[in-house]
């Protein structure tokens, strides 16, 4: 609060010919109930700022906006960027479609300005910058798992860009995320997690769920219905999805203070809103489950195809948090009825084959809509340890081939690149389609293991990109004040909306060697070469002389006496 | 005593426009003798490089040694940006935990070693012999970040705290490398030749902990072992509810000594070396203090613990420098914006469908195949011979 007060008098200081950059500072917080009695929350905070990183002379005053990040946009040239950490996978067969979606580990991908001469370089520098502000080992990304799409990822904000060269992509699945991830990602935010949603970011409650995934995406977008001039938008994002059996309760019944360990007090002084959404639409009448404190703020918005109902809370006005002055949401299930609404598009992948040498991947797609059919873009990066045989490459969709209409293929080298696979395909209506390919395994430099190698190897999660057709019109009108929940992506018709899969990631065993062998051979070895070689040499070598035993006393007396006799001795 | 007490008869008996000089002048002599007390131990920062070697969920109780003492580094001072921490394996979210986010050191999940504000710098597969030596010595690549480098100056006093499995002269990292005692005491003496350390602490809990500093020969090392060459060092209690046991005895025993100390506790080193007796740590602990040069009786727990800021006093003037000045700003709205943007299209069907395939940049042949081209085209004419060259151009 002090920090707070004390920008604002600095502000005021500032002599009025130089004009600041505007920024503005949103926080929301949207739970959905889901129907297996889980829970989803889902936080955003968004930082707009009307400044431009690229000119000549460097920002030098940041206030919302933090200088971390900022510094790293302009040092690294960037246009746009996505990096996310995910603890679990997201079941969308029983929780439906997330607001942000995000594969399991980390993923990171970046959009370059035009004006960067060596990509590469500039990418290797980047990810070793991030490692150190997230505090995460993601200096392990390099070429052997990097990729460059060709048609996936197109930008998310403002850019009219068909040159791939720019855009890097890298996952790594085996990232684990905890709270010294989470520790530098709260600091980022402008009111740290003291005031506002993010005291509810709690560590012992975040990872104690069944997905917790947390983003920051950094583009560009347009300030206005004009859209002649941009600003920068910083959004971090929370996504978990709390289990109720996990949390030990036997009825249904959610609250902040059961989720989070912690009630709202106050909304974040610097936000210009801060706002808590619940999903009612599947309640219409209250007959589903009961929501308390009562709210009268209503508002509807279309966010992944259909039109939801949420009540809000607005945190900004004082009467929200009653008179004990805080906001403990309770909601308190009535019956257990209503079913949930099939997702349209989910996907599936798993390894096939037995034995340590072949095996098949299979990516399997289902199309629920009843009629209608639409494109899919499948990117699948492979390392380059799993040979892929590219001619056994088949898509089926009702048993009979579909020849995607896009095919782009990139081979692996040794220890240089992964595979890229790329593939558009039209989904035919209520269907499975499979892409299959067979792969064999190759045996490593006994260096090259990881220290736990019988772990497996993780090939990262498949993304597929996908215009899903939707039953309510699309909001195409981007510039009407919208919930953040559902500005996220880009919406350019009205009849589909844009939405990204992550499949599971896989896990495959890689032939091991067995590692105390060296020291098992030389030990073998030197035995039989000592114990061989040396009797040998022993036997050619070595000369016997006989050797008197030494006399006893009695005899030595006896030939002394003799020796003075003259005599010979015994 | 007698310099207050002359102050005060001083006081009393001189009119008052020479009463505040002379006060003055009395008050910074007296101050300046209190601050030589200041420097006796002659540094300025404290760095702490602290790491756990081991990797897999048996082994949680070397990330809890290593996180009790960040914990204890950090209560007394010491910030994030001055502590390089080292964890072989996660433990906190690790899916057999039954608590996530949380390790603890007691039983009965008394203390939460974690806690809500952690930074790892190098985690899993980082934790290398390869990047420890790097980080003491400072030999990493340019573009690693401030938080995984130590930099520490002539000035500096380091606490290096190692905990893991190890044997007679080595310590074992992720149960697939070792470093050696000659290595350390090496790397010791590159920071030291190299100015990077003013007093350094070396604290090991391991098996046989003492091997490890038999070999150093770098002046100002002060090093600890919780155990003797040819002894085991044991754990301390397990935990019924997770399953391993939660701390090593001699870190146990350290750590409630550490509780006992704040920033401004006297307690010397002295002290520390009689933490953990035979009879509660089963193995003998050592101490080396002949490289070290000052007594250890005086030198405080804080000194290499703590952060404690020294203060110097100036009486001199300091010009600061010019106020920077503000940038012009470019009038923005000069000229009207003849652009529009727009969002990009998230899957332009067609676009993608007509792309024309990425022109690869064209190489010259590889080695290999001009190689080839060379051996089929020497064999050729070897075979045939060079008078039909006419025959074929």
Known sequence: MEAAHWLVLLMTLVPSSVPQPKDDFQEELVIRPLHSGDIYASFQFRTLWDTDFMRENKVSHYRLFPKSLGQVISKFSVRELHISFTQGYWRTMQWGQPFIPSPPGAELWVWFQDSVTDVDATWKELTN?????????????????????????????????????????????????????????????????????????????????????????????????????????????????????????????????????????????????????????????????????????????????????????????????????????????????????????????????????????????????????????????????????????????????????????????????????????????????????????????????????????????????????????????????????????????????????????????????????????????????????????????????????????????????????????? | MLALLMLNILAYMTPNPDKTQIIIHLLSVISQNSAGQFFSSGHTNNWAVLVCTSRFWFNYRHVANTLSVYRSVKRLGIPDSHIVLMLADDMACNHRNPKPATVFSHKNMELNVYGDDVEVDYRGYEVTVENFLRVLTGRLPPSTPRSKRLLSDDRSNILIYLTGHGGNGFLKFQDSEEISNVELADAFEQMWQKRRYNELLFIIDTCQGASMYERFYSPNIMALASSQVGEDSLSHQPDLAIGVHLMDRYTFYMLEFLEDIHPASKTNMNDLFKVCPKSQCVSTPGHRTDLFLRDPGSVLITDFFGSVRKVELTMDAINLTDPIKQMEENPVNGEEQKEVYSYADQLPVSEIIHQKPKQKDWHPPDGFILGLWTLILLVFFKTYGIKHLKHIF
């Open chain 1, 129 to 570: 910058v991030l490692s150190g502000i997230f505090c995460a080992s993601l200096n392990f990304i390099d070429s052997t798992n990097t990729v460059q799409p060709s048609a996936s990822f197109k930008p998310l904000g403002i850019g009219n860009v068909t040159d791939h060269s720019f855009l890097r992509y890298a996952t790594l699945p085996r990232e684990i995320v905890c709270t010294e991830n989470l520790t530098p990602w709260k600091k980022l935010l402008p009111c740290g997690s003291k005031a506002g949603l993010a005291v509810l970011l709690k560590s012992e409650k975040l990872f104690h769920s069944s997905f917790h995934s947390q983003a920051v995406h950094i583009r560009s977008v347009c300030q206005d219905w004009q859209c002649k001039t941009t600003s920068w938008e910083l959004r971090q994002t929370v996504n978990s999805v709390f289990d109720l059996h996990n949390s030990g309760q036997a009825k249904r019944e959610w609250s902040l203070f059961k989720m989070f360990s912690r009630t709202l007090t106050e909304a974040c002084p610097l936000a210009s809103s801060s706002k808590l959404y619940i999903d009612i639409t599947d309640n219409p009448q209250g007959e589903q489950f009961e929501l308390s404190p009562a709210t009268s703020l209503l508002s509807q918005a279309v966010v992944l195809g259909d039109r939801r109902t949420f009540s809000v809370y607005d945190l900004t006005q004082e009467t929200t948090f009653g008179s004990v002055r805080s906001l403990n949401l309770l909601i308190r299930w009535k019956s257990n009825e209503g079913e949930m609404l099939r997702p349209l598009l989910h996907a599936e992948r798993y390894v096939a084959g037995y034995g340590l040498q072949t095996g098949e991947i299979h990516t399997l797609m289902y199309n629920n809509h009843p009629y209608r059919s639409f494109p899919v873009l499948l990117l699948d990066s492979v390392p380059w340890y799993l040979r892929l045989y590219i001619h056994t490459l088949s898509v089926t969709s009702k048993g009979k081939d579909n020849k995607p209409s896009y095919i782009h293929y990139e081979p692996s080298k040794d220890r240089v690149k992964p595979h890229l696979l790329e593939m558009l395909i039209q989904l035919p209506p209520n269907s499975v389609t499979e892409v299959t390919v067979q792969f064999e395994r190759a045996l490593l430099k006994w260096t090259e293991y990881p220290p736990d190698p019988n772990h497996g190897f993780y090939v990262g999660s498949s993304v597929i990109s996908s215009l899903v057709p939707s039953t309510v019109a699309m909001d195409t009108n981007s510039t009407r004040e919208r919930p953040l929940f559902s500005s996220f992506f880009p919406c350019k018709e009205e009849s589909s909306y844009f939405v990204r899969i992550y499949t599971e990631p896989l896990l495959v065993n890689l032939p091991t060697p067995d590692f105390s062998m060296p020291y098992n051979v030389i030990c073998l070895t030197c035995t039989v070469v000592a114990v061989g070689y040396g009797s040998l040499y022993n036997l050619l070598t070595r000369s016997f002389q006989i050797e008197e035993p030494n006399p006893g006393l009695a005899k030595r007396i006896a030939n002394v006496i003799r020796k003075m006799r003259g005599v010979p001795p015994l």
